[in-house]
């Protein structure tokens, strides 16, 4: 118990005892003992009381009324206890091993003295026994954790499981099975288990988020922004949680929807002719473009890489994309927002250097993202991101194999 807390309960103490001393009484409650025993004078206790508002209130609360109020709570949270479906069912098993029987075999009554002896020592038991089971679930989500990290997200899963089966009131266990699932872009079970961990536990932002994530996945985007809205309300100061609501203050648009025009422009005003680069990609596919099916590749191409650094630098290129975007009903914003997403999905979101990165990305645009890929731990992230986007993303290939080829 903290030192502020002493004082005030002494106070209150000593506050309920001048007033339920006997008027009658010889004898003066010995407050100055009492307080000598704190090492506190009576001057001290009165100029701390007063010294705050909150610290009067509740020194002016009746200590009876207190006494009584806590009476209640440990009395509920003691049937709560044993009305548990889990403890139910450890006293039935007891019971039917004979442990509420006498010497003679015959039952115990029910509240008598021997009944409550032999009841308060299975509580006991019980008690201990369920701790150990907790200390296993969190075994077992530690190893879910670590197996999160190595990608083997059907083991995490197996291992969530388990940690939900020695304790299955844990929204921690339910939430973080959410994410595994979302890894593997199996969103009806995310959206469950995210579902049950929010159940358990209304207070949890992340799930919450998690909530959200799953909804956007499944397109829909009304009822994610009201649990982005409900992380948010959570934690108020949660960068990511803000982001997540201003994103769909506005109406969503697909950024890579097609335009209405029947065909494509055969080049654009202040676009390089990018034809040379089909052969970066090993030959051609329909129509003589390049074949775009593995576009995910491309970005692991050094060539491709090394041109699209130098055509990034030019202020000229940046702003015919820009504007080749923009015509064809896309917005470079919802892109980089999307690529944030993808981010923020990954199960090293909560690490403090991607944490970082998602900061000066959000601060600098995506021009900021190729120094990151200096960082080995930090490039697997980003490439898990980027195939998060083209696998959910496909427009981006039916642009590019509009523009890469010059032509149709």
């Known amino acids: 118990m903290s030192s502020s807390t002493n004082k005030l309960l002494l106070s209150s103490i000593l506050s309920h005892l001048q007033k339920s001393a006997p008027h009658s009484s010889s004898t003066p409650i010995p407050t100055s003992q009492i307080l000598a025993a ?6 001290d206790l009165d ?6 508002e909150r610290r009067m209130r509740v020194a002016s609360l009746d200590l009876e009324a207190i006494f009584e109020a806590g009476v209640k709570i440990v009395e509920q949270k003691e049937n709560e206890e044993n009305s548990s479906p889990e403890f139910v069912a450890f006293i039935n098993a007891l019971t039917s091993r004979g442990y509420f029987k006498d010497s003679q075999g015959q039952p115990i009554t029910k509240n008598s003295p021997a009944y409550n002896e032999r009841f308060q020592k299975a509580k006991l038991r019980f008690k201990q026994k369920e701790g150990l089971t907790k200390q296993e679930g969190e075994t077992h989500k530690n190893e879910g954790n670590e197996l999160m990290r190595q990608k083997k997200y059907d083991e995490a899963i197996e291992a969530y499981k388990r940690a939900i089966q020695c304790d299955s009131s844990n929204a921690i266990y339910f939430c973080n099975m959410a994410a595994a699932y979302s890894n593997q872009q199996r969103y009806d079970e995310a959206l469950e288990a995210a579902k049950k961990s929010f159940e358990l536990d209304p207070k949890y932002s992340k799930a919450a988020l998690r909530i959200g994530m799953a909804l956007e996945k ?10 982005y809205k409900k992380a948010l309300a959570l934690e108020p100061d949660n960068e990511k949680y803000q982001e997540h609501v201003k994103r ?9 929807a097609r ?6 422009p055969s080049g654009f005003p202040g676009m390089p002719d990018l034809s040379a680069m089909r052969d970066m990609f090993g030959g051609q596919g329909q129509g003589g473009m390049p074949d775009m099916s593995q576009m995910g590749d491309m970005f692991n191409n050094p060539q491709f890489m090394e041109m699209a650094q130098n055509l990034m630098q030019n202020d000229q290129f940046k702003r015919a994309a820009e504007s080749m975007m923009q015509g064809m009903g896309f917005d470079p914003s919802q892109i980089s927002e999307s690529l944030v997403g993808a981010i923020e999905e990954d199960e090293e979101a909560d690490n403090e250097k991607v944490q970082e990165m998602l900061r000066d990305i959000r601060t600098n645009g995506p021009e900021v993202i190729e120094r990151y890929h200096q960082d080995p731990e930090l490039k697997d992230v980003l490439d898990r991101a980027r195939d998060r986007v083209m696998q959910n993303m496909p427009g981006i290939s039916e642009m590019a194999q509009r523009y890469m080829g010059g032509g149709q």
Do not use: I
Not at 248 to 256: C, G
């Open 47 to 52: 100029e701390y009381v007063a010294g705050d």
């Open 38 to 43: 704190f090492n506190l004078a009576q001057s």
């Open 259 to 264: 335009g209405s025009g029947s065909g494509a």
């Open 218 to 227: 499944q397109n829909k985007t009304e009822e994610a922004h009201k649990f």
């Open 248 to 256: 769909l203050d506005r109406p969503l648009a697909n950024p890579f």
